[in-house]
């Protein structure tokens, strides 16, 4: 069972991550194939443990529609979306939440790639590209 020190380091982790002091910066080209992968696979930055995701659904109930799929061989969860149809479509559409909108970002604070046979691809700076400008 959940206790304050589980809240109080979920919420400390939520805010940290807005202060990440280094931030990989990319463009993003393509489109959306409609493959419902980046739905049916996820993974969070601060959640390790079954507990953790359970504080994050009584924090933010958007998540609720979150659930726990598995894990990847190094141990990381893997969620999945309850929304997602088996055709790969979102089946709120309308209501999806802000981070559905927004995948994928145009920013992120910690290391990250694109499913396989995805729509976009990420085209990155390297330190040569910045010294051009
Ligand atoms: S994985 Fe890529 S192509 Fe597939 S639904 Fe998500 S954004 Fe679209
Ligand atoms: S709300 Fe829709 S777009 Fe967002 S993860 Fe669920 S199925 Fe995908």
Request: hydrophobic share 30%; net charge positive; glycine share 6%.
């Amino acid at each position: 069972m959940a206790n304050i020190f589980d809240f109080f380091f979920v919420i400390i982790n939520e805010i940290r991550s807005c202060f990440v002091p280094e931030k990989v910066e990319y463009t993003i080209e393509g489109e959306c194939k409609k493959c419902g992968k980046c739905c049916n696979y996820m993974y969070s930055y601060d959640t390790y443990t079954e507990k953790e995701f359970k504080i994050m659904q009584f924090l933010f109930p958007a998540y609720k529609r979150f659930y726990i799929k598995g894990r990847d061989e190094e141990g990381n969860l893997i969620f999945a979306c309850k929304l997602v149809t088996p055709e790969g479509l979102c089946s709120d559409y309308k209501h999806r939440l802000p981070m559905c909108r927004k995948y994928p970002a145009k920013k992120i604070s910690y290391n990250g790639k694109l499913h396989e046979g995805c729509g976009y691809k990420v085209v990155s700076k390297s330190f040569e590209d910045y010294l051009k400008y």
